[in-house]
């Protein structure tokens, strides 16, 4: 499973962002997609996930500003970023793992996310 994710860069606080993530290969059918974050120093953590039955899961910090989407039949999950602060800086990595097994986790190449005036 390969995952290619596109879409950081630079944007001034309140502004917004589109991460998209585009996985192929062996897709097993029942997969968690998802985008975690990583700062300097700090563990990788989980902004959002979402099933394939489109049941989503956020983390408290972007709820409300953040929404996951995927399209199922292009294997496809995208972050749409809304009302950023500096806080949502990092760079952002697209997840796709086993439903019932965690230890099946493919990562793509992280996409930096700055927010800065």
């Known amino acids: 499973v390969q995952l290619q994710a596109s879409g950081g860069g630079l944007v001034q606080p309140g502004g917004s962002l589109r991460l998209s993530c585009a996985a192929s290969?062996?897709?097993?059918?029942?997969?968690?997609m998802a985008w975690y974050r990583q700062v300097p120093g700090k563990q990788r953590e989980l902004v959002a996930s979402?099933?394939?039955?489109?049941?989503?899961n956020y983390a408290d910090s972007v709820k409300g500003r953040f929404t996951i989407s995927r399209d199922n039949a292009k294997n496809t999950v995208s972050l749409q970023m809304n009302s950023l602060n500096s806080e949502d800086t990092a760079v952002y990595y697209c997840?796709?793992?086993?439903?019932?097994?965690?230890?099946?986790?493919?990562w793509g190449k992280g996409t930096q996310v700055t927010v800065s005036s």
């Open positions: 979402i099933i394939g039955s489109g049941i989503t």
């Open positions: 290969g062996s897709i097993f059918v029942d997969n968690v």
């Open positions: 997840s796709l793992r086993h439903l019932w097994n965690s230890d099946i986790h493919y």
